[in-house]
């Protein structure tokens, strides 16, 4: 079987996560990432002998408003 997803927000992530192993899953994204509005930034910081380090800082959910999410609980 053959799955189609569109966006790869936490939804569109944990269907192709569950569905993996049953269907051949084929993930659609319109942004330049996967995530939706959970994302992963570099920040790149001195460590203490000022030697450079790169840390993933997740952002997660920023956002929310009734206009955009008018049916989150």
């Known amino acids: 079987m053959k799955v189609a997803i569109i966006g790869s927000g936490i939804s569109g992530l944990s269907v192709a996560h569950q569905l993996r192993s049953q269907a051949q899953v084929t993930l659609f994204e319109s942004g330049s990432y996967f995530g939706g509005h959970t994302h992963t930034v570099d920040v790149t ?12 800082v997740d952002t997660g959910f920023l956002v929310f408003n009734e206009r955009t999410y008018p049916h989150l609980i």
């Open 45 to 56: 910081l001195p460590n203490a002998a000022g030697k450079a380090v790169t840390h993933g």
